[in-house]
């Protein structure tokens, strides 16, 4: 069970991972649980991303999250046009 701190965490990972404080006590339990990872930039910067598992952890809480992160795969982005 994740504490409120923990899950709002999570969730801030999901919808805005470039404004999670990296420094954080709740990104370890995370990490620890696999529910998210951490990923280094070309410049070097740390951001933390959801693994398969925390996005399936939040889709078993939200079935509207399943449909939003589909149809966010399926749009067009910039660099996908060009």
Known sequence: ????????TLMLVSQSPEQVDMN????DTLLERQLVMLEKS?????RAQ???RGQSFLEALNPDERRRRRILR???SPERIN
């Open 74 to 76: 399926e749009t067009p």
């Open 24 to 27: 954080r006590a709740e990104l």
């Open 42 to 46: 070309a410049e070097g910067h740390r």
């Open 50 to 52: 959801l693994t398969d």
């Open 1 to 8: 069970m994740l504490s409120p701190h923990e899950f709002a």
